[in-house]
């Protein structure tokens, strides 16, 4: 049996990898918005579902540890694949055209590096803002103290910067996904062109209801006014 050392090594075992690491991201990525959207809850719901993750203690760090080995993993191999495609073809990525076939070289496909650079800052920088943000305190229906995660992301996206960089980065996100998810799902299993063009569209309605149900969030906080809005409840 190959050792991960080896798999980094070879080709197809690269590919493997990304693809591996990429379905798990998705996961998280589907698990992540359904968390999100407790915001639109009762008013207890964000800070309830936030206090309970944080009450997991030792295995939400096993967690963090795991998904933070999983996105470096993912993005190293993308930068490294990038890097030697570049090196072996020294023409612009941008204005490199296939003949044909199915090999999906389109825009997100294309551009997946660069949207992989930017989400991968967005990350740092987005759990500097809310894991790691300063936040107060709330008190739940049963007088349990929690960290307010709630107002803490109602204020943030009453900033527009945060609202439409999140926005931009979102439509970001969508586009990697859509070449990702095919890209994964082909590399590790299907290969024939039929399945591959169903996986292809699932993959892009996948992208685009995950993509616009995070970037639902920010605009409605920011337009809505935080808790003026019909759909998010403080009291
Ligand atoms: C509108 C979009 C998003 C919102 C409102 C949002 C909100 C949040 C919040 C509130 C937390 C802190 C959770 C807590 O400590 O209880 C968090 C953590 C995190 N988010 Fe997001 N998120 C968004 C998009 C994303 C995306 C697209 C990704 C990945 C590509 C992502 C990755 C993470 C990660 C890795 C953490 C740290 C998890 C932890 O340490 O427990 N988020 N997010």
Known sequence: MPSIIEAFQSQVGRKILTGVT????VFFIIFHLAGNLAIFGEPDAMNSYSHFLHELGPLLWIARIGLLAIFV?????GISIWLKKRKARPVNYNVYSSKGGPSKQGLSSRSMTFTGVVLLIF???HVNTFALGDMGTAELADGTQVHDIKTLVLDTFQNPLY???YTFV???LGAHL???IWSAFTSLTVKSKKASAVIYTIGII???VLAVGFLFIPLYIYFGGGCE???????
């Open 22 to 25: 990429g379905v798990l991201l």
């Open 73 to 77: 993993i993912h993005a190293w191999i």
């Open 123 to 125: 990350v740092i920088f």
């Open 163 to 165: 609202a439409f960089g």
């Open 170 to 172: 979102m439509i970001l």
């Open 178 to 180: 859509g070449h990702g």
């Open 206 to 208: 996948a992208a685009v």
């Open 229 to 235: 809005a019909a759909l998010i409840h403080c009291n």
